[in-house]
Every structure is written in structure tokens, then in C-alpha cells.
């Protein structure tokens, strides 16, 4: 069965992003399609062999290693970007995800968790995307959960093989794994991830400033279907040259990752 990389058959969005087709689906997506457009990879088939992704180690960062490990072939065609042409805004409560246009693409991504592990201090942050800037600054951030939260991820059957190895794990008041944190604002930097594989399903690179409160997988799949809804949104745009294009892929050759 094929199921398209596509933000319109993205259901079930709790917790995580599902492609559905039919009665075929594949699920958790997000830190695999995060990677890819991370290394801004526009042709690729995955297959599968179960109805979930690999969690690995709950980042993009496996994923990076292996696709470059694997190698990327440059094809003979332009890149084609999607330039956001006015502000789109979605709300759901208070949570809130929107795109302002901009001649690249930049993240601004707030949280907003009233809990002693995840210090206020740390639960804003921003980013001016390019290949170097996801793999350092972004890739490596994991998924975290509340052991609260852990009984009803199961009975949807996702998280089936969660554990420390794979996850940041809270608990009424503590970090439960042991060797921490890998940067104080992790929880914020894994929601980015998170965002830029949901986001990747309009199809192309994204050419404009996404400014998120508190949005998960369902609101960032509602704003990119909003942009979608009329033309007068957006613009499909090429360059003629790594100079005029306003968005870094770095030579893979140039970039180090950590497996």
C-alpha cells in the first residue's frame, strides 16, 4: 500500500502524526520527516514493515545519521519552495500556530508547562532554519513523557516499546533519567522537531516565520491545511543558484553527526 507524505491524510494526531489511507496506516512520523527535511530531501519512498516508525533514541538524530550514512543523490531538477504570501493563523484554546511571510525560514516556539522539572526559563526558543543549524542545534533533542500519561499512549498502541533509552521521562516532580538533560531548553527544542515534520508534509520547503503557543501535532497539521485551503496563501518558487536561494543546505560532506 502506498500512503503519501501528505498533510491531508494526517489522522489521529494525539501524541503524535499518523498517515492514514484507507485501512493503512503508519504512525509517529514526525522525527523521521523531520529529518528529512532537515537535510532537505524532496524525493524519497520509505518503507515499512510495521504501522510505527522506529522511536530510536526519540530524536531525529538516528535518522540523520543513517540517511547520510546511506548517501544523497542531487538530482537534475530545481528545488521548488512554497513562499507563505500573507499571515495564516489557527487557534484551538489557547494554543496558537501561525506563518508570517519571510525570505527563509524562521521558528519562534513557546511552551507552556506548569511543572518543577521543566524550568520557565527554558520553554521559549527560536531558530533561523538551515541543514547545519537542525543537525546542531535541533536533531539531537528528544520526545518526552509524564508516567502519567504513559497508560493512555498504550491503550492507543503507541509507545509501545517506550522507555529512558528512547524518551526524557517525568515524573509529579523530577527527571527520571539519569544522565539529564542534553540542553536545558530540550523540551522546547524536541517541539520544534516536532513541528518541522509535520510541517513538511505541505510538500515543499516552507518559505516564511512559524510562530507557535503551545502547538503539538494536531494544530501545526491545521495550520498547514489552512494555508492550503486558497492559493491567494502561497506561491511555488525556484532559484537559480545556491546564492540566490534564502535557505542554507550545507554540502552534506561539511556537517558532522554524532551517531
Known sequence: VDIQADAMLIQEAFMCSNLVNNEAKVGTIEHVTSAIAGLGIDNLIIEVSASEIP???GSAGPFIYLLQTAGIAEQAAPKR???ILKPIEVRVDDKRAAFLPYEGFAVQFTIDFDHPAID???QHAQLQF???NFIEQLSSARTFGFLRDIEAMRQNNLAL???MDNAIVIDESNILNEEGLRFNDEFVRHKILD?????YLIGYPILGRFNAYKSGHALNNLVVREILSDHN???IVTF???VTCPIEYLPLNRITVEG
Open 130 to 132: 538551515s541543514t547545519q
Open 55 to 57: 522511536i530510536m533514541d
Open 120 to 122: 520557565k526559563n527554558f
Open 233 to 235: 496563501n502561497f506561491e
Open 161 to 163: 516499546g517506550g522507555s
Open 195 to 199: 513541528a518541522l515534520g509535520d510541517l
Open 240 to 242: 537559480d543558484d545556491n
Open 81 to 83: 519552495f512554497i513562499r
